[in-house]
């Protein structure tokens, strides 16, 4: 069975533009949730959708936002990009709610 | 109230020996508590989780104590080999909140 595939997995940003990130989840996972792991930290919880609509938010600003589509896949946008979002960007899908969640291998964004 | 605290930053220890990372909290609603492995390009894996009702479950060479008076659980990972040198993340989640909340993480190296 195919995890939770991440894309692209490396990116380079120049400060200002926007960038998408893409997630596919486990196959009938319905919830997709998205963190921030900035390096030398733990991960840190931006959103979670679970059927489609938005069940959770964290921390960070209107810049970032997110959707999840009707195959349970989900995009990840932030605009006006700035040096620090650089991080590791980290999906994780699950059958229902928060417990046993599976993590992506990420998206490397550098913000230069 | 949110936070959850994890010590040490790193921790050596030698090929055989006992491997202890800790972890406190202060919100008393969590009710959730999974450890995570992660390695260099890789996202977290959980590892063991545990829920307040056990004071301790073991999973292989995995020990998760739990202490809900202390408010603080620990992982003990017995007879530690060189593929166990990661880096480990405790988390803390509550019923109908849609976010783990991870702790600061501790490299764990061990030295054949």
């Known amino acids: 069975d195919a995890g939770v595939t991440q894309s692209p997995t490396h990116l380079i940003k120049t400060r200002g533009q926007h960038v998408t990130l893409r997630c596919s989840p486990i196959s009938g996972h319905k919830s997709v949730s998205w963190y921030q792991q900035v390096l030398g930290q733990g991960p840190q919880f931006i959103f979670q959708?679970?059927?489609?609509?938005?069940?959770g938010r964290g921390n960070f600003p209107d810049r970032f936002s997110a959707r999840q589509f009707p195959n349970y896949s989900s995009e990840l946008n932030v605009n006006a990009l700035l040096l620090g979002d650089s991080a590791l960007y980290l999906c994780?899908?699950?059958?229902?709610?928060?417990?046993?969640?599976?993590f992506g291998s990420g998206t490397r964004l550098t913000v230069v | 109230q949110q936070q959850v605290k994890q010590s040490p930053q790193s921790l050596i220890v030698q090929k055989g020996g006992i491997s202890i990372i800790n972890c406190a909290y202060e919100n008393t609603a969590f009710d959730y508590f999974p450890w995570y492995q992660q390695f260099p390009g890789k996202g977290p894996a959980l590892l063991i989780a545990?829920?307040?009702?056990?004071s301790e479950k073991k999973e292989g060479r995995f020990t998760i104590s739990f202490n809900k008076s202390a408010k603080q659980f620990s992982l003990h990972i017995m007879d530690s080999q060189p593929g166990d040198s990661a880096t480990y993340f405790c988390a803390a989640s509550y019923q109908g909140a849609q976010k783990l909340v991870f702790g600061q993480g501790t490299r764990l190296t061990i030295n054949p």
């Open positions: 545990i829920r307040p009702d056990v």
């Open positions: 994780a899908s699950s059958p229902d709610r928060v417990t046993g969640y599976t």
């Open positions: 959708y679970y059927e489609k609509e938005e069940r």
